[in-house]
């Protein structure tokens, strides 16, 4: 008497699907908690500028530190450039909020009759930062058509 162990292909197709499903859902039940990408907070020494900005929000407020404790420094409209100086992550109420150091392009400073770029903080969420100055110009121009 024999004994041994037959199996034809489609006993071990469908052993092998089996195992593929089994192998799939068990990866899908776990909840890995992903923590969220922050950059890293840029020193202002670092390089002289990160890119340019356009204000995307009717005006805001330059406040003189990040964060909803600032004061206000002076106010920026609608598709003003900036240039983006440092970006750094804060904790508020136990969440994260990015923020950017700006300075009002020049050319900003002059149609306002000002003579000094006047710097401070803005919510990440009311700019749109470019890399260069020409492509933040162009959305700026987009903006106030």
């Not at 089996?18 to 670092?46: I, Y």
Request: aromatic share 8%.
């Amino acid at each position: 008497m024999r004994v041994g162990f037959s199996c034809n292909s489609g006993q071990v197709l469908v052993f092998f699907g089996l195992f593929l499903l089994v192998s799939f859902f068990s990866g899908c039940g776990r909840s890995n908690e992903e923590l969220p990408v922050m950059p890293p907070a840029t020193h202002p020494l670092a390089r002289e500028y990160i890119g340019y900005g356009v204000v995307n929000v009717s005006f805001t407020h330059l406040l003189d530190e990040p964060g909803s404790g600032g004061v206000s420094r002076g106010y920026i409209r609608r598709g003003t450039v900036v240039c983006i100086i440092e970006r750094r992550q804060i904790i508020n109420r136990r969440n994260n909020e990015s923020w950017v150091l700006a300075e009002e392009s020049q050319e900003a400073v002059n149609s306002q009759g000002a003579g000094v770029p006047v710097q401070g903080w803005l919510n990440e969420t009311t700019v749109e930062i470019f890399d260069n100055e020409s492509r933040a110009k162009t959305a700026s121009k987009a903006m106030n058509l």
